[in-house]
C-alpha cells in the first residue's frame, strides 16, 4: 500500500506535483488524463518562473 505523506505547507504543493508526476512515470502510466493534467501544471509553473524564451543551447 503507498502511503503519500500530507503536504499541508505551500510550498510543499511543488514537491507533490513531482512526486505525482515522478509516480506516474515510474509506473508507466504516461498515457492517463491525471498524468497529462500534471505534466501540464508542472510545465505551466516551470515556464512561469524560468520563462518561456523557447531557445534551446546548442
Not at 20 to 49: K, M, P, W
Amino acid at each position: 500500500m503507498d502511503h503519500a505523506p500530507d503536504f499541508t505547507q505551500p510550498g510543499d504543493a511543488d514537491s507533490s506535483l513531482l512526486e505525482g508526476l515522478f509516480q506516474l512515470a515510474l509506473n508507466g502510466q504516461t498515457q492517463g488524463s491525471e498524468f497529462d493534467l500534471i505534466d501540464h501544471e508542472v510545465y505551466a509553473r516551470l515556464l512561469s518562473t524560468y520563462g518561456g524564451d523557447r531557445r534551446f543551447a546548442a
